[in-house]
């Protein structure tokens, strides 16, 4: 994921902040609260990306081992496309 999503985000949150009207200790808690936030759904995208990415490389595997015992017993059999 880009960073510039975030980077937009986190300088929105801290425009909406200094437009707001209060004390600057509130909007200070504020933006580290929102900041705060933001850090834990980037980690979370991450750790949904990772888990993503492992489910491909299992599944990969599965349909190799399954051309492979195809081929084995004699079925119909097209080798894999030459990776790019």
């Given amino acids: 994921m880009s960073?510039?999503?975030?980077?937009?985000?986190?300088s929105l949150s801290i425009f909406a902040a200094t437009l707001s009207s209060g004390d600057a200790q509130d909007?200070?808690?504020?933006?580290?609260?929102?900041?705060?936030?933001?850090?834990?759904?980037?980690a979370q995208l991450a750790d949904n990306q990772n888990n993503i990415d492992q489910k491909i490389a299992d599944?990969?595997?599965?349909?190799?081992e399954a051309r492979l015992f195809m081929?084995?017993?004699?079925?119909?059999?097209?080798?894999?496309?030459?990776?790019?």
């Fill in 59 to 64: 599944l990969s595997e599965k349909i190799r």
């Fill in 27 to 42: 909007s200070s808690s504020s933006i580290i609260q929102a900041v705060n936030e933001l850090k834990q759904q980037q």
């Fill in 3 to 10: 960073k510039i999503p975030v980077l937009t985000l986190i």
């Fill in 71 to 84: 081929s084995r017993a004699g079925g119909k059999h097209k080798p894999p496309p030459p990776p790019k």
